[in-house]
């Protein structure tokens, strides 16, 4: 089993990582920070490749998706998982910049990292691509409204593929997390019903993954959580979220 995995350094791609070497896959692992990277392998020298890439830059991560296609003979899973949260309020002009990165790292760098991986599947007839969306995307919840557009939109996007590749053999699968405990949640000032450890995220997402699911929502009772929410109406919804803290907006200077 070959894998092309982005966001691997860290959180739930580290351990995404971590459990596909434990079922004996080689790894195509993408980040920016190469030396998290190559800790990661360092446990299996020589099996897996390591591109240290920024998915934002599309034509370095084609590059990367064709390299490890050409050492391994193909990918057979595709996971893009690299993704960034930052509060965003639209009011203010700063923010403006930051609603494009989140958009450009978390919609358009997954389309980056599908397109080179779409056409040598479809002529295997075979292959799986995954995109990690969020609960978060299921409603537009305050002070997160470039996350919480991106990761509907990301919910779309690949329905929208998953339909256009069914004839192909291609699977598309999305993956939905509820709360898992990473840098990326560290700083969230609500309460994460259901936290998970991304040890633990991670083997079931693998299981969904390689059963070729094409939509599921993790832990299940996040899934009762995102039906509720998507059923709810808009006064309801309003009120109950109404007061909810924001995620911390961009700070000058501060890596996200
Ligand atoms: N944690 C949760 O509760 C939760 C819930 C729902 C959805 N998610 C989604 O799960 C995914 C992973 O999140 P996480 O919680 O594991 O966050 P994390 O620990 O902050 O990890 C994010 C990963 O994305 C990579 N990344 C970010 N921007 C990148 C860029 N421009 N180029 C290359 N790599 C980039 C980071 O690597 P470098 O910094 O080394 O580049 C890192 O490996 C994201 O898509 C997130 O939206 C997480």
Redesign the pocket.
């Known amino acids: 089993m070959k894998v092309f995995l ?9 351990a995404l990582a971590a459990e596909f070497a434990r079922r004996g896959a080689t790894l195509g692992l ?4 190469r030396a ?2 190559d800790e990661i392998v360092g446990q299996s020298p020589g099996r897996h490749h390591v591109y240290a ?4 830059d599309k034509d370095a991560l084609i590059a990367a998706a064709r390299a490890f296609d050409d050492a391994t003979g193909g990918a057979d899973i595709v996971v893009a ?5 930052i509060g965003v309020l639209t009011e203010h002009y700063e923010d403006l910049d930051a609603f494009g990165d989140v958009l450009e ?2 919609v358009l ?1 997954m389309a980056y990292t599908f397109h080179p991986f779409i056409a040598p599947m479809r002529a295997r007839g075979r292959g799986t691509l995954v995109g ?5 995307g299921v409603r537009g919840l305050p002070g997160s409204e470039a ?1 919480c557009a991106s ?1 509907a939109a990301v919910a779309s996007y690949c329905e929208s593929l998953r339909v256009e590749l069914k004839r192909s053999g291609v699977k598309v699968v999305t993956i ?10 560290a700083k969230n000032p609500y309460r ?1 019903p259901f ?1 998970m450890e ?1 040890e633990q995220f991670a083997r079931r997402a693998v299981d969904a993954i390689l059963a070729g699911v094409s939509y599921r929502v993790i832990p299940w009772p996040m899934a009762i959580v995102a039906g509720l929410l998507r059923l709810m109406p808009n006064r309801l919804f309003d009120r109950a979220f109404g007061n909810r803290p924001y995620k911390p907006r961009r700070q000058p200077g501060a ?2």
């Open positions: 982005t966001g691997a350094s860290s959180g739930i791609g580290a993408v980040a920016r920070r998290a990277l890439v920024d998915v934002t998982n690299a993704g960034i949260s790292t978390n760098a990690i969306g969020s609960v978060a996350y990761k939905v997390p509820g709360f898992v405990r990473t840098p990326l949640t994460m936290l991304p890596a996200d």
